[in-house]
């Protein structure tokens, strides 16, 4: 990890962290209805210090204040887990002084930690975040342990292409190619104690990925060199994880910029088995967005945000609702009817749209074609949640 990483909060984190706390207070606001006591659980497995240098929240104090915005109706019981002994410290300092010294902070790497926070868990309900610079727990892990849980569970986790990217490139490095052309030479240039540490960080970082990814598989993948390979090695881990869980998975995925309508700096995955989880994590993220561009538009500043590159950008929701009402009208065209609005979000949305528009331009879309065939086709008394 870099060594600012945690010096000042930079657009994508905030994105990341806007989003959590907006699907956090959903989801504790759902499942404390029925759980035990209001009690929720939540796992942040790469908690960090819990605040920046500029003392910015990070994900720890975000969730930790849905805790406490949520406390007289649900008691929502965090296990932060820091690896680093510092960050740990800092942590535990941040939460006592924010009035969170009852959230446990585990002084452990995830996979250690996940099998005894699971059994004091219980059967609460419970969220797992898994935001790690790099790569998050074993694919044995997430699915034999953690959603292999009867109980209510869904897993946030942070995918970088980058980072899957970057561990590839060790199949074929360029000092493992001119070894095999001539070892003796790469030997004479190195060392032999230099190529042996190459060769052994090669062979961890390669089951590093394997371990995550839950085997070998893709590197039949990059071997193929598709341009898509990346895109193609995410959508088949998805694939994986759902498959080894069990039936009932969806996901969500939704990319991270660092940039309105920019690149993907990484993304973010929701798995969940509820039927409306996909629905309501839309939604929050479409609302993070929205609270992001308001908060930056109206109170523009020297820190680096989402939209510094354009003061001047409109507000994006009269092309959402325009481009769903096309949306619509093309579904109905084609003759579909009767459908449950929370279980075609594709339909409606669109690829381009997913996770930046939300319920509210939803409901103004249909409202408006409903008003637009109530005046033009005489139809009255349509149900615009179907």
């Given at each position: 990890m870099p060594e600012d990483f945690f010096h000042q909060k930079r657009p994508p984190a905030e994105v990341k962290h806007a989003i959590l706390g907006e699907y956090l207070s959903v989801f504790v606001g759902k499942v404390g209805s029925s759980s035990v006591g209001g009690r929720v659980a939540y796992v942040d497995g790469f908690a960090g210090p819990g605040v920046y240098d500029d003392e910015a929240p990070g994900s720890p104090l975000v969730a930790a204040n849905v805790g406490t915005l949520l406390s007289r109706s649900r008691q929502l019981r965090g296990f932060l887990v820091e690896e680093k002994a510092a960050h740990a410290q800092a942590l535990r300092e941040a939460l006592t002084g924010a009035g969170h010294d009852d959230w446990e902070v585990w002084e452990q790497r995830a996979e250690d930690a996940l099998p005894g926070i699971l059994e004091q868990v219980g059967s609460d309900p419970l969220l797992v975040f898994l935001d790690p610079h790099g790569l998050a727990v074993p694919f044995d892990m997430l699915v034999r342990r953690v959603m292999a849980r009867s109980e209510i569970t869904e897993v946030l986790l942070y995918f970088t292409q980058t980072g899957i990217a970057r561990l590839a490139g060790l199949l074929e490095p360029e000092w493992l190619r001119e070894a095999r052309q001539d070892r003796q030479a790469v030997v004479r240039a190195r060392g032999e104690a230099e190529l042996a540490r190459l060769e052994a960080a090669r062979r961890g970082g390669l089951q590093y990925l394997d371990d995550f990814l839950g085997g070998g598989w893709w590197r039949q993948l990059v071997a193929d060199a598709q341009p898509s390979w990346k895109e193609d090695v995410r959508n088949e881990y998805i694939r994986r994880v759902a498959e080894a869980a069990g039936p009932g998975w969806r996901h969500f995925l939704t990319p991270v910029p660092d940039r309105w309508e920019g690149p993907a700096r990484y993304e973010l995955i929701l798995f969940t088995r509820h039927a409306h989880g996909r629905w309501a994590f839309n939604n929050?993220?479409?609302?993070?967005?929205?609270?992001?561009?308001?908060?930056?538009?109206?109170?523009?500043?020297?820190?680096?945000?989402?939209?510094?590159?354009?003061?001047?950008?409109?507000?994006?929701?009269?092309?959402?609702?325009a481009k769903i009402k096309g949306n619509v009208t093309d579904a109905l065209a084609e003759g579909r009817t009767g459908f449950q609005v929370a279980n075609h979000l594709d339909l409606?949305?669109?690829?381009?749209?997913?996770?930046?528009?939300?319920?509210?331009?939803?409901?103004?879309?249909?409202?408006?074609?409903?008003?637009?065939?109530?005046?033009?086709?005489?139809?009255?008394?349509?149900?615009?949640?179907?």
């Open positions: 929050a993220t479409a609302q993070a967005f929205r609270r992001l561009y308001e908060r930056h538009w109206t109170q523009p500043g020297a820190m680096p945000t989402l939209f510094s590159e354009g003061q001047g950008i409109p507000d994006p929701r009269p092309d959402f609702i409606l949305l669109g690829e381009e749209l997913l996770g930046r528009a939300g319920a509210s331009e939803i409901r103004q879309a249909l409202q408006q074609l409903h008003a637009w065939l109530e005046q033009n086709v005489g139809v009255r008394g349509a149900d615009s949640g179907s």
